[in-house]
């Protein structure tokens, strides 16, 4: 059984950091997306960041390209994210997820490429 469990979230002030964690347990698939999305009230659901598990290529969404960094623990099964320099517009609730196997990274900050997601962790920052 496959579960994805985020951690990390809380509010902080602009200019803060957080570092979110995702423990993957169950997961088989070396060539696939892993990502984080978020979704605040009113807006769709955006691609943050994602690393494609096979030659760890990562892609991050213009908004955050500087300012979050994506890894992975393949010894602990985790998926981070650290988010620095955060704004109120990074409040929302993060996604941690997960792709099953493809030969080519793709579209990996697309949620349709995933089929597994966390149970979501807030992020709320403050002016």
């Known amino acids: 059984l496959l579960q994805l469990e985020e951690s990390g979230g809380g509010s902080v002030q602009a200019g803060g950091s957080l570092r979110l964690s995702c423990v993957v347990s169950?997961?088989?698939?070396?060539?696939?997306?892993m990502g984080w999305f978020r979704q605040s009230p009113g807006r769709e659901r955006e691609g943050v960041a994602a690393i494609f598990t096979s030659g760890d290529e990562i892609y991050y969404a213009d908004s955050v390209k500087g300012r979050f960094s994506i890894s992975r623990d393949n010894a602990e099964n985790t998926l981070h994210l650290q988010m620095n320099s955060l704004t109120p517009e990074d409040t929302a609730m993060y996604y941690c997820?997960?792709?099953?196997?493809?030969?080519?990274?793709?579209?990996?900050?697309?949620?349709?490429?995933?089929?597994?997601w966390g149970q979501g962790t807030q992020v709320t920052v403050s002016s």
């Open positions: 169950g997961y088989k698939y070396s060539s696939a997306c």
């Open positions: 997820a997960a792709g099953t196997w493809r030969p080519y990274a793709g579209l990996c900050l697309t949620d349709t490429e995933y089929k597994f």
